[in-house]
Antibody
Framework: QVQLVQSGAEVRKPGASVKISCKAS????????IHWVRQAPGQGLEWMGW????????LYSEKFQGRVTLTRDTSATTVFLEMTNLRSEDTAVFYC????????????WGPGTLVTVSS | DIQMTQSPSSLSASVGDRVTITCRAS??????LNWYRQKPGEAPQLLIY???NLHSGVPSRFSGSGSGTDFTLTISSLQSEDFATYYC????????FGGGTKVEIK
């Protein structure tokens, strides 16, 4: 079955960077885009961007363009999100999610990675 | 960006109730509207995609309708596991989510 396993919680100081991972299994990794969605504490869902693991093509929300980089390691069937210049308002749970049809909806989600930005 | 507005932002209901949640887009999105349920402390789960298609394994008490800018999620008979927050999401252009509707126990 499709499974997305995410890396553990991270704590960073303002201005630092973080790189979190999402390991996929149970399907052909290169056939399906992976999206990233974040959720600040007590808040709603915010789309950040996606990566096509087959081609490494990416698309980012304008809000995160230049501060977020999505990459993948096909041998490890893993996608990575790196975010730079962190600020306190970036404290959130970051979810990876699979797109089953290249139509920008998400049928399987990882459990989330909490990133806390605090001095 | 296309803005998605859900209503109500919260509601109280009982097990067995029929519940309707609406979602309005700031511009037409054809039928590119999806619904998710998020239980506390968990990741969202896909319920319905492209307005009215039930995702695999989702109970038939969930249904969706609408087109253009106005959409509806209906739960025909609320169950205990349905007390959660529901989000709509448009996939017509770069994805955006509604603000959520929290369904609480009356």
């Amino acid at each position: 079955q499709v499974q997305l396993v995410q890396s553990g919680a991270e704590v960073r100081k303002p201005g630092a960077s973080v790189k979190i991972s999402c390991k996929a299994s149970g399907y052909i990794f290169t056939n399906y885009p992976i999206h990233w969605v974040r959720q600040a504490p007590g808040q709603g869902l915010e789309w950040m961007g996606w990566i096509n693991p087959g081609t490494e093509n990416t698309l980012y929300s304008e809000k995160f363009q230049g501060r977020v980089t999505l990459t993948r390691d096909t041998s490890a069937t893993t996608v990575f999100l790196e975010m730079t210049n962190l600020r306190s308002e970036d404290t959130a749970v970051f979810y990876c999610a699979r797109d089953p049809t290249f139509n920008d909806y998400f049928d399987s989600w990882g459990p989330g990675t909490l990133v806390t930005v605090s001095s | 960006d296309i803005q998605m507005t859900q209503s109500p932002s919260s509601l109280s209901a009982s097990v067995g109730d029929r519940v309707t949640i609406t979602c309005r887009a700031s511009h037409t999105i054809d039928n590119f509207l999806n619904w998710y349920r998020q239980k506390p402390g968990e990741a969202p789960q896909l319920l319905i995609y492209t307005t009215s298609n039930l995702h695999s394994g989702v109970p038939s008490r969930f249904s969706g309708s609408g087109s253009g800018t106005d959409f509806t999620l209906t739960i025909s008979s609320l169950q205990s596991e349905d007390f959660a927050t529901y989000y709509c999401q448009q996939s017509f252009v770069t994805p955006t989510f509604g603000g959520g509707t929290k369904v609480e126990i009356k």
